[in-house]
């Protein structure tokens, strides 16, 4: 069993920054890539950013520049810090990843989301 559990979404103003942080947890033997993704209403949920286990990153053209991902292999947590926020970015962002667990098996993992409101 793989928990993926988000925090950091918060009402913030455009221009406003915050950081989004994704924990996993359960029987996990390896994380391989782990990413963001976010879902506006009355949209489809869409990527946002990923990073392998290299450290190796990919953004959508619409963050790039504004926000950046990274990892801790150590806490088994992926972040997304945000900068410059404009109301367009307001959606649930989802953490996910691809895990390797302790059984072998190959799972991809999604956490419940967290809310980010972006005001004008």
């Known amino acids: 069993q793989v928990q993926l559990v988000e925090s950091g979404g918060d009402l913030v103003q455009a221009g406003g920054s915050l950081r989004l942080s994704c924990a996993a947890s359960g029987s996990i033997f390896s994380i391989n890539a782990m990413g963001w993704y976010r879902q506006a209403p009355g949209k489809q949920r869409e990527l946002v950013a990923t990073i392998t286990s290299g450290g190796s990153t990919n953004y959508a053209d619409s963050v790039k520049g504004r926000f950046t991902i990274s990892r801790d292999n150590v806490k088994n947590t992926v972040y997304l810090q945000m900068n410059n926020l404009k109301p367009e970015d307001t959606a649930v962002y989802y953490c996910?990843?691809?895990?390797?667990?302790?059984?072998?098996?190959?799972?991809?993992?999604w956490g419940k989301g967290t809310l980010v409101t972006v005001s004008s």
């Open positions: 996910n990843a691809d895990i390797t667990t302790t059984g072998r098996s190959r799972v991809v993992s």
